[in-house]
Nanobody, 124 residues
Framework: QVQLVESGGGLVQAGGSLRLSCAAS?????????MGWFRQAPGKEREFVAA???????IYADSVKGRFTISRDNAKTTVPLQMNSLKPEDTAVYYC?????????????????WGQGTQVTVSS
């Protein structure tokens, strides 16, 4: 069984930073599994933010490239998402997900387990 718990969300002013974390338990943390972050704003579909492969390769949505950084710590079984230069349009519930395959992917359908989400609100 896999459990994912996100933390680190909150309210921040535009231009500020937040660091989200995803704590994973269960048989998730080896280089056989890729991890991703997605977000969902009110009235919108869940969208891809960033992903990291089992061997550390990363991909980002164009909207966050250069501002967000995903990493993974297999020893601590966490996947941080460092978010800098935040904008009001980054406001959403952020979800962590795990994919049973080591390659990265952008589609929600490619991920097998999801956390409950953490709210990020960026004020203008």
């Amino acid at each position: 069984q896999v459990q994912l718990v996100e933390s680190g969300g909150g309210l921040v002013q535009a231009g500020g930073s937040l660091r989200l974390s995803c704590a994973a338990s269960g048989r998730t943390f080896s280089n056989r599994y890729a991890m991703g972050w997605f977000r969902q704003a009110p009235g919108k579909e869940r969208e891809f933010v960033a992903a990291i492969s089992g061997f550390g390769g990363t991909i980002y949505a164009d909207s966050v490239k250069g501002r967000f950084t995903i990493s993974r710590d297999n020893a601590k079984t966490t996947v941080p998402l460092q978010m800098n230069s935040l904008k009001p349009e980054d406001t959403a519930v952020y979800y962590c997900a795990v994919r049973q395959g080591w390659t990265v992917a952008r589609s929600t359908s490619d991920y097998d387990y999801w956390g409950q989400g953490t709210q990020v609100t960026v004020s203008s």
